[in-house]
């Protein structure tokens, strides 16, 4: 394949011509790979020609330019023929990397495919904007940019020789590539819900309205004190908060891109919620009831007021040692409500069932944080009858020998009441035993009287067995007595 100038004006340099021959007049063209049968084109320019492999002139000065002129048969002239085949650099492929980004962020794009035909080392310089504005530095096929400027950009690329950094190749085809603005969330609504409230309920606010410049879905998260000291986790646009605390509050929001969580707005306006608390004050503290005689009664009273702002929740017990004989008559319950300013009375009645100091207390339990639970001491005497039994009996102990298995033995404890008051006994602790009584397990004696108790024995195995009968009574001295029973089954 070989080069034939037919027309004139032309201008041929920095090209290499491998094997060149001799123009064959018969054909019109040269035999090797260029000829100029015109005669009227320029085979060099500025200083340089042309490389002949069939050149054989001399370069005494050593500037690469042979010292002779070469002719380019039949017609053409190289009057500054190489001494050296002309480096050409390979224009590389087309840059290949990401086609949307945005600002700020850097991004890698590469280039393969050049090359020097005289085997040199390529480096490369990439066009980021596509105008020769914005270029890289020199160097390997893949780089990096970040754009500060969102548009629409032609990237492309250039390669040269390593070796002689003047041999460069043209530009590659460009890259479209698309750069955005950074993602931005804009500001939330103000929450809404309600501006005042008391401490240890849970109230719902609800904010919105944000989006992101990217359409990417966002999440919110709320600033329940408005000085970011006690944050939400990020999630939905509406959420609960419970305030432990007294005090004004500036809830706010915020918002940020699900996808990029580093994407964050601003905050919101506040809305400012006042937080109260009731304060709860009871008088008296304490009351005795001071005497009371047996089942009669007597009743007090209590002022629970709410000194605070806002409503007190409370209920009432009775809890203590003696508490079936003390009751709340009015004013208590579960869950009772006191309005601020407000007071509510509570009235508990003491009934004795029985002689002797008694006590229990009033719990009252509410939502006051300081002052959570109140106990107000009950106490009150039951003054003993001036007729009072007492109760004495013949023995501490009943032994009934050895008995045969399945037969009875009775035995007779005598019980007298040495008093002058009815002696009232309840008789117990044989149950699950060989041992019974015979009769009532309620008995009353008459002041000055006994009673015959008939204790039975009837053993249904061989072997010892041992109880003991209790006698409970209301001898304030000796409540209660215990007789030891004693027998074994033969």
Same mark, same amino acid.
């Given at each position: 394949m070989g080069l034939v100038a037919w027309d004139s004006d032309n201008v041929f340099y920095h090209n290499n011509f491998l094997g060149n021959g001799t123009f064959s007049p018969s054909f019109g063209w040269g035999q090797g790979q260029a000829s100029d049968p015109s005669g009227g084109n320029n085979w060099d320019y500025q200083g340089e020609g042309n490389f002949w492999s069939d050149y054989t002139g001399n370069d005494a000065d050593g500037n690469g330019?042979?010292?002779?002129?070469?002719?380019?048969?039949?017609?053409?002239?190289?009057?500054?023929p190489l001494m050296a085949p002309h480096e050409i650099v390979s224009i590389p492929s087309t840059p290949i990397g990401l086609t949307n980004g945005t600002t700020g962020t850097s991004y890698s794009y590469s280039t393969i495919g050049s090359n020097s035909n005289l085997g040199h080392s390529i480096e490369y310089q990439f066009d980021w904007k596509g105008d020769g504005s914005d270029l890289s530095n020199w160097g390997p096929a893949t780089q990096s940019k970040t754009w500060t400027n969102g548009g629409n950009y032609n990237v492309r690329v250039r390669a040269r020789c390593a070796t002689d950094a003047s041999i460069v190749s043209g530009w590659s085809s460009g890259f479209s590539v698309t750069i955005n603005p950074p993602e931005t969330v804009s500001p939330p609504n103000m929450p809404s819900g309600p501006a005042s409230g008391r401490t240890g309920v849970s109230y719902n606010y609800s904010t919105g309205g944000s989006s992101s410049s990217l359409g990417h879905a966002v999440e919110y998260q709320f600033d329940w004190k408005g000085d970011g000291s006690e944050l939400s986790s990020w999630g939905s646009a509406s959420q609960s908060k419970t305030w432990n605390t007294a005090g004004m509050n500036g809830v706010r929001a915020r918002a940020r891109c699900s996808q990029d969580v580093s994407v964050v707005s601003n905050w919101s306006d506040a809305l400012y919620v006042s937080i109260s608390i009731p304060d709860i004050l009871v008088t008296p503290l304490a009351y005795d009831f001071g005497n009371v005689e047996v089942k009669k009664s007597k009743t007090a009273s209590s002022k629970v007021k709410n000194n605070g702002k806002a409503d007190l929740l409370i209920s009432t017990s009775i809890t203590g040692t003696d508490v079936s004989m003390f009751t709340i008559t009015s004013g208590g319950g579960v869950s009772k409500t006191i309005k601020p300013g407000k007071t509510l009375t509570i009235k508990v009645s003491f009934k004795p069932t029985s002689a002797g100091s008694k006590s229990s207390s009033l719990r009252i339990t509410s939502n006051d944080?300081?002052?959570?639970?109140?106990?107000?001491?009950?106490?009150?005497?039951?003054?003993?009858?001036?007729?009072?039994?007492?109760?004495?009996?013949?023995?501490?102990?009943?032994?009934?020998?050895?008995?045969?298995?399945?037969? +009875? $033995?009775?035995? /007779?404890? %005598?019980?007298?009441?040495?008093? =002058?008051?009815? @002696?009232?006994?309840?008789?117990?602790?044989?149950?699950?035993?060989?041992?019974?009584?015979?009769?009532?397990?309620?008995?009353?004696?008459?002041?000055?009287?006994?009673?015959?108790? +008939? $204790?039975?024995? /009837?053993? %249904?195995?061989?072997?010892?067995? =041992?109880?003991? @009968?209790?006698?409970?009574?209301?001898?304030?001295?000796?409540?209660?007595?215990?007789?030891?029973?004693?027998?074994?089954?033969?």
């Amino acid at each position: 394949m070989g080069l034939v100038a037919w027309d004139s004006d032309n201008v041929f340099y920095h090209n290499n011509f491998l094997g060149n021959g001799t123009f064959s007049p018969s054909f019109g063209w040269g035999q090797g790979q260029a000829s100029d049968p015109s005669g009227g084109n320029n085979w060099d320019y500025q200083g340089e020609g042309n490389f002949w492999s069939d050149y054989t002139g001399n370069d005494a000065d050593g500037n690469g330019i042979g010292d002779t002129l070469y002719v380019v048969a039949p017609n053409g002239i190289d009057h500054y023929p190489l001494m050296a085949p002309h480096e050409i650099v390979s224009i590389p492929s087309t840059p290949i990397g990401l086609t949307n980004g945005t600002t700020g962020t850097s991004y890698s794009y590469s280039t393969i495919g050049s090359n020097s035909n005289l085997g040199h080392s390529i480096e490369y310089q990439f066009d980021w904007k596509g105008d020769g504005s914005d270029l890289s530095n020199w160097g390997p096929a893949t780089q990096s940019k970040t754009w500060t400027n969102g548009g629409n950009y032609n990237v492309r690329v250039r390669a040269r020789c390593a070796t002689d950094a003047s041999i460069v190749s043209g530009w590659s085809s460009g890259f479209s590539v698309t750069i955005n603005p950074p993602e931005t969330v804009s500001p939330p609504n103000m929450p809404s819900g309600p501006a005042s409230g008391r401490t240890g309920v849970s109230y719902n606010y609800s904010t919105g309205g944000s989006s992101s410049s990217l359409g990417h879905a966002v999440e919110y998260q709320f600033d329940w004190k408005g000085d970011g000291s006690e944050l939400s986790s990020w999630g939905s646009a509406s959420q609960s908060k419970t305030w432990n605390t007294a005090g004004m509050n500036g809830v706010r929001a915020r918002a940020r891109c699900s996808q990029d969580v580093s994407v964050v707005s601003n905050w919101s306006d506040a809305l400012y919620v006042s937080i109260s608390i009731p304060d709860i004050l009871v008088t008296p503290l304490a009351y005795d009831f001071g005497n009371v005689e047996v089942k009669k009664s007597k009743t007090a009273s209590s002022k629970v007021k709410n000194n605070g702002k806002a409503d007190l929740l409370i209920s009432t017990s009775i809890t203590g040692t003696d508490v079936s004989m003390f009751t709340i008559t009015s004013g208590g319950g579960v869950s009772k409500t006191i309005k601020p300013g407000k007071t509510l009375t509570i009235k508990v009645s003491f009934k004795p069932t029985s002689a002797g100091s008694k006590s229990s207390s009033l719990r009252i339990t509410s939502n006051d944080p300081d002052t959570p639970t109140i106990d107000i001491l009950l106490t009150g005497t039951a003054p003993f009858s001036e007729k009072t039994p007492d109760i004495s009996v013949a023995q501490t102990t009943l032994d009934f020998g050895s008995v045969k298995v399945g037969k +009875k $033995v009775t035995k /007779t404890l %005598k019980i007298t009441n040495n008093g =002058t008051g009815d @002696l009232v006994i309840t008789l117990s602790g044989l149950e699950g035993t060989d041992f019974s009584i015979q009769g009532s397990s309620g008995v009353t004696i008459k002041a000055k009287k006994s009673y015959s108790l +008939k $204790v039975l024995f /009837t053993p %249904k195995s061989a072997g010892l067995e =041992t109880a003991n @009968l209790e006698l409970s009574s209301n001898d304030p001295d000796t409540p209660t007595l215990e007789i030891s029973l004693s027998g074994t089954g033969q």
